[in-house]
């Protein structure tokens, strides 16, 4: 963090001057968050992209001179984005800085909070009061853009819902990469037979004991097909497929949005391949 602080030694607070407000975002989910609501009146900067694991990631100079810049800073919590207070503390700012799962009162360590839609549409809502409170002439305006997409956020829900449920229950039992999909398979009875890494955290490491009970488990539930994760490598699953008879399906976005940037098209595309690999016909 030394090289960190060097950098942004001389960078005044932030103001927005009348212009945009200056978002700085932890992960793709707030940035398409803080932009769908705020549209033209907010700069959105996000940390990271579409391929980056957040578990290991490795600020940079840029995201402490774009803190140290900023109006607003949205933080995801837990081990998303452990590493941002360091990083807010070397860059300075006196941006407005909030932690959704805190915000939106989530109680569990699993920070994967946006796998389920309705944490996601209050984590919208939650956005547009704070743009609101920072950009009293954009009120009006991030609440119409909030509702409508809070509205699409719900309809994507229910239509994911509808279709999980005309699936048979017995089908309905997952296997990816690591342990990141607790919200999405309680929202929608799903049972997280197992994971390749045994955490929430990619850093964990599979023991030669985990991998072989994995292995037997998916044998044994007759589980067709593995996950992978967009932001990982593919290698164990490769191997975890070859013991187990399994095939390894599309790549999920785990902590990740798809590469367009938005969180409504990782959450189609994950629920679209799990249905599939359920035995479904339902798109999404």
């Not at 060097?6 to 398409?32: F, I, N």
């Not at 956005?127 to 009293?136: T, V, Y």
């Not at 119409?144 to 039992?173: F, G, N, Q, T």
């Not at 497929?241 to 590469?259: F, H, I, M, N, Q």
Request: aromatic share 6%; net charge negative; glycine share 10%.
């Amino acid at each position: 963090m030394v090289a960190l602080a060097a950098v942004v030694a001389g960078c005044g607070g932030s103001s927005s001057d009348g212009g945009e407000l200056r978002v700085v975002a932890t992960t793709g989910q707030l940035g398409d968050f803080a932009r769908q609501v705020g549209g033209g009146r907010v700069s959105v900067k996000t940390i990271l992209d579409a391929k980056t694991d957040p578990h290991d990631y490795e600020p940079r100079p840029s995201d402490a001179q774009a803190i140290a810049e900023a109006d607003v800073v949205l933080a995801s919590g837990g081990e998303v984005d452990g590493w941002l207070e360091d990083l807010v503390g070397q860059a300075g700012g006196d941006a407005k800085r909030i932690t959704l799962d805190q915000e939106i009162g989530v109680e569990s360590d699993d920070p994967h909070w946006w796998q389920d839609p309705s944490n996601a549409a209050a984590a919208v809502e939650r956005i547009q009061a704070l743009l609101a409170d920072e950009d009293a002439d954009g009120a009006s305006a991030y609440a119409a853009r909030s509702e409508k997409y809070v509205a699409r956020i719900r309809a994507l829900d229910d239509r994911i819902e509808s279709c999980m449920s005309s699936l048979k229950p017995e089908r309905r039992k997952l296997v990816t990469n690591h342990d990141a999909f607790g919200y999405f398979a309680r929202r929608y009875d799903i049972d997280v037979l197992g994971s390749i890494i045994p955490g929430r955290s990619t850093n964990a490491q599979a023991s030669a004991g985990d991998v072989r009970k994995l292995v037997a488990a998916i044998k044994r539930e007759n589980v067709r097909t593995i996950f992978p994760e967009t932001s990982l490598n593919r290698r164990l699953e490769q191997a975890v497929a070859r013991e187990s008879g399994a095939k390894v399906g599309p790549a999920l976005y785990a902590d990740t949005v798809a590469p367009d940037g938005t969180y409504l098209t990782a959450l189609r595309h994950d629920a679209d391949a799990m249905a599939d690999a359920f035995g479904g016909g339902c798109r999404l």
